[in-house]
């Protein structure tokens, strides 16, 4: 089992920066990959990052390439997002989620945070 709690979340100016953070439980941390994803309102839940096990591959989706940088700490069981240059269409609910080694569908999902970017 793991349980995920996103942190981090608020209120920015179109430009601006913030870093989601995402605390994990569970001895099994290290061997998961992690993932981040959004719903905006009015619309279906979308992919925006994820990290391997080791953190060193990562992928992004094309919105948010080059503004956001996904990240991990094992030894910290967290996992970051860093998000700069925002945009009023990345306000979302941010989800982080972890799928074990091996599986593509995501098992485990945080509560999420809401960022909210102004105009």
């Known amino acids: 089992q793991v349980q995920l709690v996103e942190s981090g979340g608020g209120l920015v100016q179109t430009g601006g920066s913030l870093r989601l953070s995402c605390a994990a439980s569970?001895?099994?941390?290290?061997?998961?990959?992690m993932g981040w994803f959004r719903r905006a309102p009015g619309k279906e839940r979308e992919f925006v990052a994820r990290?391997?096990?080791?953190?060193?591959?990562?992928y992004y989706a094309d919105s948010v390439k080059g503004r956001f940088t996904i990240s991990r700490d094992n030894a910290k069981n967290t996992v970051y997002l860093q998000m700069n240059s925002l945009k009023p269409e990345d306000t979302a609910v941010y989800y982080c989620?972890?799928?074990?080694?091996?599986?593509?569908?995501?098992?485990?999902w945080g509560q999420g945070t809401q960022v909210t970017v102004s105009s």
């Open positions: 989620a972890a799928t074990p080694p091996g599986q593509a569908l995501y098992d485990y």
């Open positions: 569970g001895r099994t941390f290290s061997s998961y990959t």
């Open positions: 990290i391997s096990w080791s953190g060193g591959s990562t």
